[in-house]
Each structure stands twice: as C-alpha cells, then as structure tokens.
C-alpha cells in the first residue's frame, strides 16, 4: 500500500469515526425532536473507535507521574582569569635590570630565577650585615676578657645607678617604638582602603568597557567612546598598582616598626634584669662586676642588630654575601603575559616587571537576569561552549553569586571554576552556556502535547479497561515549560492518558460535531 493510499485511509477511517462519535452523541430517543430551548448537538464524554481506525491512529498511551517540572535557562558569559592565578610581579627596591631569563609567553615554574637586578639599597643593607655581624664578634670578645679580669678579681663593685639609667632608657625607647608601631597600623589600614577604591574602580571600568564592547559590535556606540573607556579602564589599572605599592611600602614600615618594638622590649627585659640583679647585689652586698654586666648587656645588644639587620636584608629580597644583587623568582607556575622592563632600565618598587597568568583554572562568569537570581543557586551545573562556537562542551559548577547587580546592565554575576589543563578556555573570551532550572517540586504533570480545549475548556483524553474507549476529562492547568503542564485538578498519578497523535481524537470530535449539523 503507498503513502497516498495509507492516508486516504486514514482519513476515511476519521471520518466514519468521527460519525459514530456523532451518533452517540444524539439523544437516546431518536424519534422525538429536539425543543427549540435545547442544543441540537453537544460533544461526548466519550470517544470510542473501532479496531481498524485505532490501528491507523497509532496512538501512544502514557500513565501520568510526578515529576518536577524544569527550564532551560541560556546563559552568556566569559572566561576570567582566577584571582589567586594572577600576578603582577615587582621589585621591593629601587634597581637596575643587569638580566632577563624569561620571556613573554614562555612558562615558568615556581622559584625559578626571573630577572637579576642590582640595588644599591640591598648593598647598604649588606654593609649594615656586615658591620653587625662584626660587632657581634667584637663584643663576644670583650665578654671573654673582662670574664677572665673578674677572675682576677679586677671587679668587685655594682652599678646600680647606671642600671637605673638603662631602665629608664629601655621604657622610652619602648614607648616610641609602640607608637611607631600603631602610626605604621594605621598607614597600612589607610593603604588598604585605598586599595580597596582602586580595586572597585577597576572593576567597573571593566564593567563599563565589557558593555561598551557589545554596545560598538552592535554599533550602537563610536570607537572613540570605546577608546576612551579603555584609556578609564588603564587609569583603574594604573592608580591600582601605584595602591598595591603603596600598600605593601606601608606593610614594610610596619615589619620594620614591629622590629623595633620587639627590638625594645627585649631591651626592656634585659635592662628590667640587669636592674633587679643590681638591687639584688647592692641589697646584699654581694661581690659583682659592672664590667662583665655592661659586656653582655653589649653582646646582647649587638646580637639584636645583627638580627634586625639580616631582617631588613631579607626584607629587601638580598641575602648574605649575595653581592648587592637582587633576584625575582615566579611565585607560581604560570605564563609569561606581559614583560614591561629592558635590560639596563632602572625599576621602582611600583613599576610591575612581569605579569604571570596561571591558566590551570579559570572563572567563567555568567550573567543572570533578575528574573532568574532566584532559581539560580551555589552548586548548579551550566555546561558552556565558546561563543565562537569551535571547541568541547565544558561544565562548570556555580561557586558563588554576587551580592550585587551591576549598575548599568542590572544583571547579576554567577561564577564558578573550570579546569583548563590544556589552555584552552582563554580569559576574556565569551562563552554561551545552558543550566536546567528546577521550577516546581514534584507534581501531576501532562506532556502539552496531550492537553487539548475543547469548548474552550483544557482536556485530556483518559484511556478506560477497553482499549478503543476514550474518556474525555476536562483538567485545571498550573505552571508550564516547554513541554509538560502541571495538572492541578482533575487527573491523579499513574492514570493513562493519550499522548502521541491525541490530536486525531479531538479532530474525530470536531469532525462529528460538523456532521451532526
């Protein structure tokens, strides 16, 4: 049998269906008519087709469940660099470039020697090192000799005024260098507000220049406007390095403050003791020897120097004996992005020398419309492709959803992390993503293609024990996505209703319904 012939079939089959569905649609006394108040004709509660026209209507009969209901929420983006992946890499002193061992584009590994710089400050705290490091020795030999003169008996009477006089000293000393110390808290707290600013700054020229860049693909903005963004989003950039600087200039006068102040109170501990000692003799009239005290009281001190004096040359990124030379090593694994020095120029420890990228993770950060915040939660799955549309399928876990919408495009930011061990996903490249959303809890549910209005009210054809006879029940309907319809009312879980082709019933309704007039 043709094509041609199965549907003339069908279409017969339809018909003479559809006039049996008239015929019992008629009342049950077929030889008195109908009163002018009453309608000639109304639609059945049931459909019932023969065998033949079942067999060519294929229908498909499915039991109701329940079910949540979902949407696919499109969602688009871009790839960001992760926060903690990215550096911009600085000398702590002012110096001169004598090397450059790497190069923009090539990977490094973490310690490995970047740049070899030579400062004339490291070589000061070199000098200093050095001095310290002799005046140590100087005073542990002075100690050894007046300890062989005390055995001699050369000393015999305590200095209790002058260990007096060293407390005294030690209390001032402690108390300047405690307000020092709280001046240095204070600076770094202002430096890190001011980088605070510069880093929100930052971030909403990005936003602008991000928007900006739709708005001249879409031509709805100049180049010159672009431009002018960008030259904002430098500036961000720029007065967030000179913040950064200024930030870790105050850390270091605050590392240098702590020093003294510990520097103090040790010296306030020694003194405390050099002067209980002293009352202890003098109160006593024990033998003791002035000589051997202020000699260790000297080693003491010089040994705090010493410390202090190394301290402030690891600070600056020297070692001992490292010639004045000064070298930078990468923090971490990562890419050479940006290289912004040349061999012989002068750096300050507010000009970056490299910028490195690890590119291992990255964020890709979506943007929700206020609509969808609600639905959206930490721990959905949005599988992503780039917008270019070349590449894999990625899936990435939202981590976290900003706080607040931005100013201009009023949407929110959704982030999560994705591996990119092959490099990929490359940061400031858009991507189009797609996330399930659940919208309801588990509910009756129809597929749409199964409700039908009849009369102007929902239905659904309802399968009976005999497999040709339809019931049509009439359905409240709730929520709805793309392919299923909550039932509210009217139909209960495991009930069976037709799905596949339940539209040749309603025609066979319409088609009888025209043949009763």
């Known amino acids: 049998?043709?094509?041609?012939?199965?549907?003339?079939?069908?279409?017969?089959?339809?018909?003479?269906?559809?006039?049996?569905i008239w015929w019992l649609g008629r009342s049950s006394s077929t030889d008195a008519e109908p009163s002018a108040e009453e309608p000639s004709h109304t639609v059945p509660d049931v459909v019932e087709l023969d065998t033949e026209s079942l067999q060519l209507a294929d229908l498909s009969i499915e039991p109701v469940a329940l079910r949540p209901l979902t949407r696919t929420l499109t969602l688009y983006g871009q790839i960001e660099a992760y926060p903690e992946a990215v550096v911009n890499l600085n000398s702590r002193v002012t110096g001169r470039v004598l090397e450059l061992r790497a190069h923009v584009g090539q990977?490094?590994?973490?310690?490995?020697?970047?740049?070899?710089?030579?400062?004339?400050?490291?070589?000061?705290?070199?000098?200093?090192?050095?001095?310290?490091?002799r005046k140590v020795a100087f005073a542990q030999a002075e100690l050894a000799r007046r300890k062989r003169l005390a055995q001699l008996g050369a000393y015999s009477n305590p200095a209790l005024e002058e260990a007096r006089s060293r407390w005294n000293q030690a209390q001032a000393e402690y108390r300047a260098a405690e307000a020092e110390h709280q001046a240095a808290q204070q600076a770094v707290r202002q430096a890190e507000a001011e980088r605070h600013r510069a880093q929100v700054a930052l971030s909403q020229a990005e936003s602008q220049l991000a928007r900006a860049e739709r708005l001249l693909q879409a031509q709805l903005i100049s180049k010159q406007e672009y431009?002018?963004?960008?030259?904002?989003?430098?500036?961000?950039?720029?007065?967030?390095?000179?913040?950064?600087?200024?930030?870790?200039?105050?850390?270091?006068?605050?590392?240098?403050a702590a020093a003294r102040l510990e520097n103090a109170r040790t010296q306030q501990q020694i003194a405390q003791q050099q002067l209980q000692r002293a009352q202890q003799i003098y109160q006593g009239q024990y033998l003791t020897s002035k000589e051997i005290a202020d000699a260790e009281a000297q080693l003491a001190q010089a040994q705090l120097e010493l410390e202090a004096a190394l301290d402030a040359l690891n600070l600056l990124g020297g070692k001992p004996n490292g010639g004045h030379k000064l070298t930078l090593t990468a923090p971490f694994d990562g890419r050479i992005a940006e290289l912004r020095v040349t061999v012989g120029e002068t750096v300050t420890p507010d000009k970056p020398i490299f910028r490195i990228v690890n590119t291992d993770a990255v964020w890709?950060?979506?943007?929700l419309y206020p609509e969808d915040v609600p639905f959206v939660k930490p721990g959905a799955l949005v599988e992503f492709t780039l917008s270019s549309g070349v590449g894999k399928r990625y899936t990435a876990e939202i981590q976290m959803i900003m706080p607040e919408a931005d100013p201009h495009t009023r949407t929110v930011k959704a982030r999560g992390m994705v591996r990119n061990p092959d490099g990929a996903l490359k940061p400031g490249t858009f991507v189009d993503g797609k996330l399930t959303l659940r919208i309801t809890e588990p509910q009756v549910a129809a597929p749409l293609i199964a409700v039908h209005e009849i009369e102007g009210k929902p239905c659904v054809f309802v399968a009976t024990e005999s497999p040709n006879r339809f019931v049509i029940r009439e359905v409240a309907l709730g929520v709805r996505n793309d392919t299923h319809v909550v039932v509210r009312a009217g139909l209960k879980p495991n009930e069976r209703i037709v799905v596949r082709n339940s539209s040749l019933l309603k025609g066979m309704l319409i088609g009888g319904e025209g043949g009763g007039h």
């Open 227 to 256: 431009e002018s963004l960008q030259t904002q989003r430098e500036s961000a950039r720029a007065a967030l390095q000179i913040a950064q600087a200024q930030l870790e200039s105050a850390q270091a006068r605050l590392q240098h």
């Open 107 to 133: 990977w490094v590994r973490r310690g490995q020697v970047l740049a070899v710089l030579d400062s004339e400050e490291i070589y000061r705290a070199e000098v200093n090192y050095a001095q310290a490091k």
């Open 1 to 20: 049998m043709n094509r041609f012939t199965k549907i003339t079939t069908i279409l017969l089959g339809i018909a003479v269906a559809g006039a049996g």
């Open 364 to 367: 890709v950060s979506f943007d």
